[in-house]
């Protein structure tokens, strides 16, 4: 994904457009190296416009 990919650690995004949770408005899962990566691309990208009425909603959590 371009708009992950362009922070350091960046691994891979997993994207389903259809989810069944926050209203249908879709899912992403990205993952990178380490915490403090993710944590840069979050405070980077949270809030970010894609469409005029349309914003990134990110939130961050740790999968072992």
Do not use: R
Not at 4 to 22: E, H, R
């Amino acid at each position: 994904c371009a708009l992950f990919g362009q922070y350091p650690g960046f691994k891979y995004t997993l994207i389903t457009k259809k989810a069944k949770v926050f209203g249908g408005k879709g899912l992403a899962l990205v993952e990178f190296e380490d915490d403090a990566q993710a944590s840069l691309a979050l405070k980077g990208l949270h809030g970010y416009k894609m469409t005029a009425d349309k914003t990134l909603n990110i939130s961050y959590t740790k999968f072992n």
